[in-house]
């Protein structure tokens, strides 16, 4: 578009008018290709986001926590706080630990690794059997001085 003349003849004003007129119909072709656009992109997004909510709906188990299975440990403090374990199922973790902070529990999470668990398991026992043998040679030790 050319730039604005103070005093315009006949003739600019017209090729002024026409150019204005050209230009307004591209933007509002424009425009209704944006909008179309926007259109479009709306509603596959909702049709994504619609598809994924159906998946994680399904991933859901009917239950979030095991039933029987929450334990009290019977650890105590002088207040009367209580800790307990909750076994949940690894989909819905997260939304059971928001659950307890929205009631004003203090949840934490434990992954549970079995291969870990047997490896410390087998360390107790071994150190179990070391502190038995130790005790009892303490205590025949004793009987013997004592005699």
């Known amino acids: 578009m050319p730039d604005k003349i103070d005093n315009p003849t006949p003739e600019q004003k017209v090729k002024f008018d026409h150019e204005k007129k050209v230009h307004d119909e591209k933007m509002k072709a424009h425009q209704e290709a944006v909008d179309a656009w926007k259109k479009t992109a709306k509603a596959i997004l909702a049709k994504v986001v619609a598809a994924e909510l159906a998946k994680k709906r399904n991933m859901r188990m ?7 299975a929450p334990f009290e440990i019977g ?4 207040e009367n706080n209580s800790v307990f374990r909750v076994i949940v199922y690894k989909p819905q973790q997260e939304d059971v630990i928001k659950a307890f902070r929205r009631k004003g529990y203090t949840p934490r999470l434990f992954v549970y690794d079995k291969p870990a668990w047997e490896k410390e398991k087998q360390e107790r026992k071994l150190i179990k059997e070391q502190v038995d043998n130790a005790t009892t040679q303490l205590h025949k030790n004793a009987v013997g001085c004592y005699q």
């Open 62 to 68: 009917p239950y979030c926590i095991v039933p029987d």
């Open 75 to 78: 650890v105590k403090d002088k």
